[in-house]
């Protein structure tokens, strides 16, 4: 599966949330000011939470309007103007209910300042040039450091807010506590003037609460779908009507498969649905043909060679920036230029415009694929790694990768697995090598791999003082949150991350990950890699 996909990518720059290592002005400054008037929202959400005010459908809106806030999606203005109008009346109502409340009671307001509280009075232009105010002001009371820490904060609490939004789906109450501690630290963003052991605090409290939103949508995709299990997945093409489905809701994908059961539409996951294939309730539908993808990074290949129609599902991570067509649809609450919105899970119009397409002109066969993993198997070889530790046959523990995809260090890497000393064990996510002390799993796309390997090896390791050594062969903007998943919520770790970082992360955020959370990186030279971990882990075993 590498080879078929690594032929064709490439990196790709992105805008997400506060953190860019460029970006379209215009984009940076319509999602400043959104995430301008979430901080608001949120600030009186609480308040009226205090007063025991009815506050979930403030709270609804604060979690989607994060998402929206990180979709990697070239805005509409006109659809963007309404979900901002909307997004101002909302906080206007919130913001007036808590100073009646106030003035009927007697009680001190606090009023947080707004560059519009008439929303007759909201011009595109104006938000706008506030927006890019707003990032201007913050770029000035902000040191490298400090702003990095609200980056990194940011990254997290979007993938929490992704991670409580696909929650809801499954159900709207799962997650009622851990969205108001989200909403917490989103309101404390309005004020500046935190220092930085505070933001480092609230950084493990948003990645702790992270962690545990996606143990618990793990848990939910498991009650729904079943336990998933070694499978294989077509790579296959077939003839007649198509539609790719790619993004992360699994609900999604079933609620499409649904609709489409009793068509002639053939349906391709892509992306990280492929794990989908991995679920004995996704096996039932017929019409789910197989996995269409010829690029890990490149969206634009896989799009444009696409003959049919496509659906991005709900607050995916991908890059959709500078794709424009006329055959996309998402579930998204907006969905940006050139894609319709789905709303209420009505697929009509979709449907109505796949079967207008030619899609496949033929058949076309490749390889099949291996996703996932034999469960009990996973458990044995588990508890033999443990066994190693307790009888002191391990000295050194390596973990590769926290997915299987590597981009082009394939060389390097192959390299330092073959220079890791017989006393050591690798566990690799990356590289199926054969080595005797080396234990391949295929992990595409599923990152609670790491977390069950973590939890099983690490109170051995702890007891043993064996750190376990964490080889990441990337990093992107969602690996930087799966970075403190495991600094926040795991104790015996050692970080390393690639000196090729993706042209996704500001290189600020790089030192900051150096200087403030002892995340080390590589250097590319094998020798002298080595050499530092084995001294790393010495001074810590003293």
Do not use: W
């Amino acid at each position: 599966m590498q080879n078929y996909f690594k032929m064709y990518n490439g990196d790709k720059c992105i805008f997400d949330a506060e953190v860019s290592c460029v970006s379209d002005p215009i984009q940076a400054s319509l999602k400043e000011i959104l995430l301008y008037e979430i901080r608001l929202l949120s600030y009186y959400t609480l308040k009226l939470k205090e007063f025991n005010f009815e506050y979930k459908k403030y709270a609804k809106h604060i979690i989607d309007g994060v998402c929206v806030v990180s979709l990697n999606m070239e805005i509409n203005r006109n659809e963007f103007s309404e979900y901002l109008l909307n997004l101002i009346d909302l906080r206007c109502e919130a913001q007036k209910n808590y100073i009646d409340y106030c003035e009927k009671n007697n009680l001190d307001l606090q009023i947080l300042k707004a560059y519009t509280d008439k929303c007759s009075d909201f011009n595109f232009i104006d938000a706008l040039k506030q927006g890019e105010l707003q990032n201007i002001q913050k770029n000035k009371i902000l040191d490298k450091d400090k702003k990095s820490l609200y980056d990194i904060l940011y990254i997290i609490l979007q993938n929490a807010c992704r991670n409580i939004a696909q929650i809801n789906l499954f159900n709207e109450n799962e997650a009622e506590d851990e969205t108001i501690e989200i909403i917490k630290l989103i309101s404390s963003t309005n004020f500046k003037s935190t220092g930085t052991e505070k933001l480092k605090s609230r950084i493990e409290k948003a990645s702790q609460i992270n962690y545990g939103l996606y143990k618990k949508l793990k848990n939910l995709s498991y009650q729904r779908f079943g336990i998933p299990h070694l499978s294989e997945v077509k790579l296959d093409y077939k003839k007649g009507k198509a539609v790719l489905v790619t993004g992360d809701s699994l609900m999604d994908l079933y609620d499409f498969l649904q609709a489409t059961k009793d068509t002639d539409i053939n349906v391709y996951t892509h992306d990280a649905l492929i794990l989908a294939h991995c679920y004995d309730e996704f096996k039932k539908f017929k019409n789910l043909v197989g996995h269409y993808q010829k690029s890990i990074e490149n969206l634009e290949m896989d799009f444009s060679s696409f003959p049919g129609v496509i659906l991005i599902t709900r607050n995916g991570n991908g890059n959709y920036l500078n794709i424009i067509r006329g055959l996309i649809y998402t579930t998204n609450e907006i969905g940006g230029k050139g894609v319709t919105v789905v709303k209420n899970n009505d697929f009509e119009n979709l449907i109505k415009t796949a079967n207008e397409q030619e899609g496949f002109k033929k058949d076309k066969q490749f390889d099949k694929i291996q996703i996932g993993y034999n469960f009990d198997e996973f458990e044995v070889q588990l508890e033999k790694i443990v066994e190693q530790i307790e009888n002191d046959k391990i000295k050194n523990l390596y973990m590769f990768g926290l997915l299987n995809n590597i981009g082009g260090l394939d060389d390097y890497y192959k390299n330092f697995i073959d220079k890791i000393d017989d006393n050591s064990y690798i566990i690799s996510l990356s590289f199926d090598e054969k080595k005797d002390n080396l234990y391949h799993i295929n992990s595409y796309y599923d990152y609670s791999l790491t977390y069950k390997i973590l939890e099983k090896l690490e109170p051995s390791c702890v007891k043993k003082n064996i750190p376990i050594n964490i080889i990441m062969t990337e990093l992107n903007l969602s690996l930087i949150s799966r970075i403190f998943d495991i600094v926040n919520n795991f104790e015996y770790e050692n970080i390393y991350i690639p000196n090729r970082i993706s042209d996704h992360v500001n290189p600020q955020i790089i030192e900051t990950l150096k200087s403030q959370f002892g995340i080390k990186i590589l250097s590319g030279n094998v020798e002298k890699d080595l050499k530092t971990i084995t001294s790393t882990n010495k001074e810590n075993s003293n």
